[in-house]
């Protein structure tokens, strides 16, 4: 036996199972649905902290890296 994962959007997932229910009836040995966020243990912990840190740049606590000033300081610097 073989395991096939297939990623459907959500608004397909029925049309999906109706094919799944014709098939013949020895093709398929079982099935099961399942959302992405279930197979990842850690996507409500990595979620809260997204939203956290979003919510604390918005609000100025926390700063976000200027990449482009580092960078032009850099070349300043090894210019000199």
Sequence with gaps: MQTIHIDVAENKVDILLNI???L???IVEG???SS???QDAFYDERK???QLLRKEI???KE???DFDAATDSLFE???A
Excluded: A, F
């Design 20 to 22: 799944i229910k014709n």
């Design 24 to 26: 013949k009836e020895d």
């Design 31 to 33: 099935y099961s649905v």
């Design 36 to 38: 992405s966020n279930e």
């Design 48 to 50: 809260k902290r997204l």
């Design 58 to 60: 918005k609000s100025g």
């Design 63 to 65: 700063s976000t890296y």
């Design 77 to 79: 610097e090894l210019q």
